[in-house]
Each structure stands twice: as C-alpha cells, then as structure tokens.
C-alpha cells in the first residue's frame, strides 16, 4: 500500500508514549508522560523547558529515555538504524558547514544515508527546489547565506531521504513572511503526498492554521493534546478575560457585578481600565451592547482573547 493510499485508509498512530520519563541527573525532562500522536501535522507547543527539546531527541533516537516507553511506528528508536532511516529531523540551530555549497553538502549526506551515487544529485536538486532555495544561490558557500536560506538548507537536509516522518525544530526562524508561506504551503503538500509531521514552532497562529492536532507540554508534562476542536472542548467552561478602558470603571464594574456577568474583575484606576472575567462569554456577547450603554458610563475600547491556539496555550502553561 502506497502512502497516499494509506493516508486516504485513514489517521494511524505513527507515536506513542506510556509513562515516559527522562531525567538529566535530578532535573526532570520528562515526567510520566503518554500520549498518541497520529499521521497528518501535529504541532508541539511549550514554553522554553517544558520538555519540547527532550521529546525530540528521543523520538528522533538521539536520547534514550529513563523509563518508560516511546515507540515511533510501532518500534523504539533508540539505536535502531533501520527506523532512523525512516525519520527526518530539522534541527533548531544553524549547524550547516560554513565553507561548503548546499549541493555539496546534501551530496554527502545522501551518500552516507544510501541514496545511490546516480540519484544523489538529482535528489539533493530536486530537494532544493521544493524548499525554494533559488538556484541562483546554490554555488554561494553556506557562511554567506542569511539564516532564513540556512533554515531551507536544513529542510531539504531534512527530506533528502524521502522519510515518513519528518520532525520539525522551530523550521520558520528567520523566515520573511513570504519564506514562512512558502514552508506553510510544502508542509501541507507533503502532509498531502502521506508525510506525517511534527513541528515545534513558538509562532503560534502558522501552527493554528497547519496543524490538525496539537500536542502542549508545560514542565515536562503533557497539558492538552488532541485535534484543536476537542482542546477547546476540554476548556468551554473557563472564563473570557476583557480590559475595557472608560471614564468610570469603577461604576461600569458595579453594573456589570450587579447583572449577574462576572466571575472577578480588577480596577486599574490610573489608566482608567476595567478588567473583568465573564462567567458566560457567549451570553456577553450577546447582550454586551446594552449592558454597556445601561451603564452610563463611556467606553473607550475593549480588548479580548479569543479562545484561540494562542489562548489554550496562555491557559493551560499559567
């Protein structure tokens, strides 16, 4: 069965981790950590130590975990050669030789990956022109190369051997937003072609608008996990955070407590900002208009978060 048809079969699960853990001495990576994570682009999201890094490197081989078990196809990638051929990793860091040209470099790596000596250039090309490194810069060594045409260097390094899976490490550092378009597009065609991928990125709403499931991670735990759908069911119930600035905030906060509207709320007297939590977002909304003009009081601006990917990640790492 090809990809494209296995794709079509429908969603399998490509990870999976029971009670992982990974320690680095007595620091906690990881901590009693399981999850599923099924083919398509899933999006891994985490402050800076929550853990992202550590997960990488262990579904990537790089680390072995503590105790606890990750399996990626069904197998454990620590020192397995035959999986890591079937898996493809884009570092974070700009770690490309300064003094070669991209063909050269792809040209190696293929070699010493197994790509045969007759098809190793026409894939290193072929690899180069789906990241849309313009062909114009190819005999350029890397040292002058900006870090956004690094960052496409380090795709095509990562793609070369046509794996199943792909890991991506912050791929849109140093991108224009045209670049981080262009990734955003060959992601979701090679998504389309059977690739399963995950992508740790901080940039927020490119992730919202790829993945089909997120994975959160906050001190080494996992926080949230499933499609973006079932995340926003699992926090229906949390309350909407607005600052309404205005001439009398206090006044607009009795009214507003008296209506039976808010959960809490705090007074910022010097700017004249009322912050409220609303117990019912959606009946706010609905009634917002005349609750404020009830009021008496002048509104300058109100500003909101959405329950957007942005949200679940503020609501689930504080």
């Known amino acids: 069965m090809d990809r494209k048809s296995e794709g079509e079969a429908g969603m399998k699960t490509i990870i999976e981790a029971t009670e992982l853990n990974r320690w680095y001495g007595i620091v906690m990576g990881l901590n009693n950590v399981s999850f599923k994570i099924e083919s398509g682009l899933t999006g891994l999201v985490g402050p800076n130590g929550a853990g992202k890094s550590t997960l990488i490197q262990i579904i990537t081989g790089q680390l072995k975990p503590s105790s606890g078990k990750l399996t990626v196809f069904g197998e454990s990638p620590w020192n397995n050669p035959a999986l890591t051929r079937r898996v493809g990793y884009c570092p974070e860091g700009e770690a490309v030789p300064q003094d070669l040209r991209p063909l050269d470099w792809l040209k190696g790596l293929g070699l010493i990956s197994g790509i045969s000596p007759s098809e190793v250039v026409p894939r290193a090309e072929a690899m180069l022109d789906k990241v849309g490194l313009r062909r114009e810069h190819w005999p350029k060594r890397m040292g002058e190369y900006s870090k956004g045409m690094k960052q496409r260097i380090k795709l095509a390094q990562g793609l070369l051997h046509q794996p199943e899976l792909i890991v991506l490490d912050e791929?849109?550092?140093?991108l224009d937003p045209m670049g981080r378009q262009e990734v955003a597009n060959m992601l979701k065609q090679l998504v389309h072609d059977g690739v399963s991928i995950i992508i740790s990125s901080h940039i927020l709403a490119e992730l919202e608008s790829l993945c089909s499931s997120i994975?959160?991670?906050?001190?080494?735990?996992v926080l949230a996990s499933g499609n973006q759908k079932e995340i926003r069911g699992d926090i229906k119930n949390w309350s909407e955070e607005l600052s309404i600035r205005c001439n009398a905030p206090e006044v607009l906060?009795?009214?507003l407590f008296d209506a039976g509207m808010l959960q809490g709320f705090d007074l910022d007297p010097?700017?004249?900002?009322?912050?409220i939590r609303v117990k019912n977002a959606e009946l706010f909304y609905a009634s917002w208009l005349g609750l404020l003009l009830g009021s008496g009081v002048i509104v300058y601006s109100i500003q909101s978060e959405s329950r957007s990917l942005r949200n679940i990640f503020d609501k689930v790492t504080t």
């Open 215 to 221: 994975l959160v991670l906050n001190w080494g735990r």
């Open 253 to 255: 906060a009795r009214h």
């Open 171 to 174: 791929p849109m550092n140093g």
């Open 270 to 275: 010097e700017e004249s900002i009322l912050h």
